[in-house]
């Protein structure tokens, strides 16, 4: 992978770990600083559609662009094409949206983790990536909505997760499906094999005091993390990638 001028980027990569894959959505980039530190780290760069403007803006030059082009000016096609970038076009209406197609891209290119930017927003697009995120969780592939202050990931049963949150770090989680079975070690408010009710808000606003770990022992659980670069354990930003 390689910037608009064709350096190469990427040096951030660990021997051994998951092949990533960052997607750049069409959604807000309120830090553009923050959200162009992931494609250092990344081992293919895709945009969803209207994504790649975000991209071009920046220099960043997307391995793979994909979706159906509503949300792209006609120039802005033509410079990824003179760039060589490769296209993948879907009819306009459909029944999946640009971004599920590709997350689809970045696995059928031997992504094992994910990060999606550019996700928050539309509350409807916003909710659509959680969906997402919860159909990757089903599939075994890690993956994490990213952004200047917060950080999401979706865990379905069993599964468990440490934090690297230092203490104080805001941390919420939310039910998706039912009733969910958690034990929250390292936090303000602990459980040990406790109930989430989905019909409230129990799992909102605990604090990391220590070193965090999360278990879902039923159920599936969105985990909230106010801090854009909690990696669950995965690749985190920039340089921090490589420590």
């Known amino acids: 992978m390689s910037d608009a001028a064709g350096g190469p980027l990427g040096g951030g990569r660990q021997v051994g770990r998951a092949r990533l894959a960052v997607v750049f959505l069409n959604g807000e980039y309120d830090e553009p600083t923050y959200f162009c530190g992931w494609a250092p780290t990344a081992d293919v760069v895709i945009a969803a559609d209207g994504g790649a403007r975000f991209l071009l803006e920046h220099g960043i030059r997307p391995d793979v662009v994909v979706g159906d082009f509503d949300s792209l000016p006609a120039a802005a096609v033509e410079?990824?094409?003179a760039a060589g970038v490769e296209l993948v076009r879907h009819p306009v209406r459909k029944d999946r949206t640009d971004g599920e197609m590709a997350a689809d891209e970045a696995l059928r290119r031997g992504a094992g983790e994910l990060v999606l930017a550019g996700a928050l927003g539309a509350l409807d697009h916003t909710l659509g990536?959680?969906?997402v995120l919860r159909s990757l969780a089903a599939r075994g592939v890690a993956a994490r909505l990213a952004a200047p202050r917060l950080t999401v990931r979706v865990f379905a049963a069993p599964a468990e997760t440490r934090l690297d949150a230092p203490a104080g770090t805001r941390v919420s989680l939310v039910p998706l499906h039912g009733d969910a079975l958690v034990?929250?070690?390292?936090?303000d408010y602990p459980l040990r094999r406790g109930v989430l009710p989905q019909e409230a808000c129990l799992g909102l606003?605990?604090?990391v005091v220590a070193a965090a770990r999360i278990l879902v022992h039923e159920g599936?659980?969105?985990v909230l993390v106010e801090d854009g670069d909690e990696a669950f354990?995965?690749?985190?930003?920039g340089r921090a990638a490589a420590s």
């Open 129 to 131: 990536h959680l969906a």
């Open 79 to 81: 410079r990824l094409e």
């Open 183 to 187: 034990t929250l070690e390292g936090f």
């Open 233 to 237: 354990g995965g690749v985190r930003r």
């Open 205 to 207: 606003g605990n604090a």
């Open 220 to 222: 599936v659980v969105a």
